[in-house]
């Protein structure tokens, strides 16, 4: 196990570059397997939920070549297997996305009940209400999905939550079923517009993805080999925002998508700090003053992502004065908000609602990372600490973040990845 030793209270300065969305990757790999043929994909972040859905997708006879350490093709020409591997699947929440991919393929499927971040319940319900509208027949127990269908007929979904999982499966199972499927009240994160392109890049029919409405002529066959790029990930540039703003710094973030981060730069100018727009894919941040008190409500895009909300959480723990976070998303996604109250934030949180005094300064102390965004907020913590943190459990931010360690230390901050039990890194001795 390795944990990451900080020397704090580093304004970070100098360029980062985004990698490819995790949300969207993990999507269009099973997505992949619609296809009798091969396709590449390109600016994938090479991350452990990526690798563990190649592993997976591997057992099932497709066959993955990484031809760059961000880019594979996958052969799936081969498909031996809808069983995907039940341990596997359990440890992460888009192994759930082969439901979809498997069913429209090969008409059966069967996968552990996915894992995923702990942020209270995860019901699965509207994946499975599409899935039996279009004519498949599910069911879930002792901790496996089976679905499975004679033929998958296009029909209207009404979903009655807004769901990123849901949106993206039902357009999977929808791609090559018969007539016309049409999804009212979809997500419209940007990973969903990405799935749509990748799907009409294979030769779907799919229209309006990142609007209120999607629509979905089923086709009889998808084609492979198509190139595809993965949209730059949202979340990993609002990361780096953030952590610009927190840490009184100034930031260059390239390759994301602007537009994408306009929920952020609001909230970024609002609070007293700016972010600035230099071309279409890359984006200047920076800080010179303590950012004011703000209040945040998390929503589906184009809100303010919750994906962000313990990143924002870090800003406005030292922020001048007492903001608010209504987390309207995930019924548990506060409980970093224990790890940074023991480096000397003064947070209380109920529910859904947390209320954040700022101090002045936070202090550097041993933490845990208790989710992948949780642990985010906590290196960004760190870095803007007095003194020394250590963070633990780091497997939950190696799920999301490619090289994350790296990209801040040529930011400037003083982090070190090393060894738990290593007697010689123990806070203490951290080069300057
Ligand atoms: C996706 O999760 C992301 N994960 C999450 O990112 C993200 O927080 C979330 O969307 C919201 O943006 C992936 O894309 C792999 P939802 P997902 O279905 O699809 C309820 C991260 O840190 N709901 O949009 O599982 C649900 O309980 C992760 O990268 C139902 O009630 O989220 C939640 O309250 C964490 N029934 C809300 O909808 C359902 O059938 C939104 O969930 C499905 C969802």
């Not at 929440?93 to 991919?101: E, N, V």
């Not at 999804?183 to 609007?211: Q, S």
């Amino acid at each position: 196990m390795d944990k990451l030793v900080i020397k704090g209270k580093t304004p970070l300065k100098g360029e980062v570059t985004i990698n490819g969305a995790k949300n969207a990757a993990v999507a269009i790999l099973p997505a992949a397997l619609l296809i009798d043929g091969i396709t590449t994909i390109e600016n994938l972040p090479n991350i452990s939920d990526v690798k563990l859905l190649c592993e997976i997708i591997e057992n099932l006879g497709a066959k993955i070549t990484w031809i760059s350490n961000n880019a594979i093709t996958i052969d799936s020409r081969n498909i031996s297997c809808t069983q995907a591997p039940i341990e596997l699947t359990r440890k992460f929440r888009a192994s759930y996305y082969l439901i979809g991919a498997l069913l429209g393929r090969c008409g059966e499927v069967q996968v552990g009940m996915p894992g995923g971040c702990k942020l209270g319940a995860r019901p699965i319900d509207q994946h499975i209400k599409g899935f039996e509208a279009l004519g498949a027949k599910v069911e879930v127990g002792q901790g496996i999905i089976k679905a499975t269908r004679e033929k998958l007929i296009g029909t209207n979904i009404y979903m009655d939550i807004v769901s990123v999982g849901a949106t993206i499966n039902i357009m999977l199972a929808s791609v090559l079923a018969e007539g016309t499927t049409i999804i009212d009240n979809p997500a419209k994160e940007p990973h969903i517009v990405d799935v749509a392109n990748f799907l009409n890049a294979l030769g779907a029919d799919v229209r309006g993805a990142g609007t209120d409405v999607i629509k979905i002529n089923g086709v009889q066959k998808l084609e492979g080999n198509i190139t595809y790029s993965v949209v730059p990930d949202q979340i990993e540039a609002g990361t780096f925002m953030l952590a610009a703003v927190a840490s009184h710094g100034d930031i260059i973030i390239r390759n994301c998508i602007t537009k994408h981060l306009e929920c952020i730069t609001a909230k970024i100018l609002e609070i007293g700090a700016h972010a600035e727009e230099l071309d279409g894919d890359t984006i200047h941040v920076w800080c010179n003053k303590r950012p004011t008190k703000a209040n945040i409500k998390t929503l589906p895009y184009p809100g303010f992502p919750t994906d962000l909300q313990p990143q924002m959480g870090v800003v406005l723990s030292m922020a001048n004065g007492t903001s608010i976070i209504n987390e309207s998303i995930w019924e548990s996604r506060f409980q970093y908000t224990d790890e940074l109250n023991k480096m000397g934030a003064k947070i209380t949180s109920q529910g859904k609602t947390a209320i954040f005094e700022g101090v002045s300064t936070l202090y550097g102390a041993p933490v845990s990372a208790t989710d992948l965004r949780a642990g985010a907020a906590l290196i960004i913590a760190g870095i803007c600490a007095d003194g020394i943190t250590e963070i633990h459990n780091l497997e939950h931010i190696d799920r999301g973040y490619e090289n994350i360690e790296e990209k801040f230390r040529k930011l400037g901050a003083n982090i070190t990845r090393v060894k738990e039990d290593d007697p010689n890194n123990h806070l203490v001795d951290l080069p300057e």
